[in-house]
């Protein structure tokens, strides 16, 4: 197998792991900034600045959570949207860079995913390099299926029983409180990191996930750093949009952006989520 192929191969899980606490799916408008919402003490540091965040329109004042209480409704909102999201269907463009080589390559594709364990794809119009479509880009996919097919979503979530979660700080953007936590794995395995996650003070919601991938699946890969940002889509919080960087053997730096648009959630029927939550 390509060293290039093996970089790609390990996102898969991250893409997941990352996100498996508020499920699987892609969100509606998202704006660009050049920071992170907020510097954190051992956020990465991402060579390429354009990452996407949601967007933070000003609201109405609300009341504001504690930073213990926000963090409980975020694993609250985590359980139900578990219980109540059937699967989506979505707009996805995978963009992947090779710079030392200058190779690069965009896709656009439709996404559908079903619970627990079915994720297709069908590949619409591909501009770039045929060498990062193949090797790149088809490997990456192929990984996300595996991946849902075959490894357990719950030892990768968000969850107490695989981090330890401590609260650094909390901001204000517009009229939106944020409070950030440190999160540290309670255990090296693949799909797990080492960063910070931002929570909405009055809803609870996750906004943003970033930092390092504390256990690489493959040996000729390391330095896995990302930025995972999120947004609500009909009441569900789904990934937007993840910036990830990497270096490999010989390749060297490798980059990848994944933005999903025109989500389309499917809920369970009552029948269904009143057996999830008995399980």
Known sequence: MRLAAVTFLVLGPVLSGVT????????????????????????????VAAVSTPDLVPVASRPRM????A?????????????????YS??????????????????DLERHYSVPRTLTFKALHFVGD??????????LLQSEVDHIQKDDPAVTALRPENYKFSHKSTTQIGDRVIH???????????????GHIYIDASTGSLLRAEGRVVKSPSIFVNKIDFVQDYAEVNGF?????????AKAALVGRTVVDIVNSDCQPVLLSPESAAAAGSN
Do not use: C, D
């Open 20 to 47: 498996a606490a508020q499920s699987f799916g892609p969100t509606a408008a998202v704006t660009t900034v050049a920071a992170p919402l907020i510097p954190g003490e051992s956020a990465p540091r991402l060579a």
């Open 180 to 194: 950030v936590y440190q999160v540290k794995p309670r255990k090296k395995r693949p799909g797990l990191f080492k």
């Open 71 to 87: 963090l409980e409704a975020f694993q609250n909102r985590s359980a139900r949207q578990a219980q109540t999201l059937a699967g």
């Open 66 to 69: 504690s930073p213990e209480l």
């Open 90 to 107: 979505a707009a996805t463009v995978i963009r992947a860079e090779l710079p030392r080589s200058s190779q690069h390559g965009e896709l």
């Open 237 to 245: 919080t789904l990934p937007a949009r993840i910036h990830t960087e």
């Open 130 to 139: 045929g060498f990062v479509k193949t090797n790149v880009i088809a490997r």
